[in-house]
């Protein structure tokens, strides 16, 4: 088989599983063993993102958890829900400045709202994972 040709079938494999990635459903998340506490809607609609396609939220390198997120916190967690939303989203308000401050919380709501999410401004399970397709 020659170069070109393993390139173009590996470009094939790498879009076909992109694709059925991306089309995944959505399931629905119990509550955590904290109990009930903040929960997300479990309905989704087909979000309405700017250009979060092809693992675009790459663009910000984290290698820490996805741990609940609200107003208040500051964290290097909200550094990189500060950076998805600013370099994928196209929030350009938000600065990544790892402050979970009302800029960065009016964001949340508009991107919730955008998917589906319960828009509380809060960032739980549902709210990464929309945020990383």
């Not at 390139?7 to 599983?17: D, I, T, W």
């Not at 092809?54 to 290698?63: D, H, K, Q, S, V």
């Not at 990544?96 to 709202?113: C, E, Y």
């Amino acid at each position: 088989m020659t170069v070109k040709r393993r390139r173009y079938l590996g470009a094939v494999l790498a879009s076909l599983l992109g694709c059925a990635l991306l089309s995944a459903p959505v399931t629905a998340l119990g509550s955590g063993p904290d109990g009930p506490g903040r929960q997300e809607s479990a309905t989704h609609t087909a979000p309405h993102v700017m250009n979060a396609v092809n693992g675009e939220w790459r663009l910000c390198a984290y290698t820490g958890g996805h741990p609940e997120l609200g107003e208040g916190h500051a964290n290097d967690a909200v550094g990189h829900l500060q950076c998805v939303l600013n370099q994928v989203y196209g929030y350009t308000s938000v600065v990544a400045d790892k402050i979970f401050g009302s800029t960065t919380r009016a964001a949340v709501v508009d991107f919730q709202q955008s998917v589906g999410l319960t828009a509380d401004g809060f960032v739980g399970p549902r709210t990464w994972a929309a945020l990383h397709p």
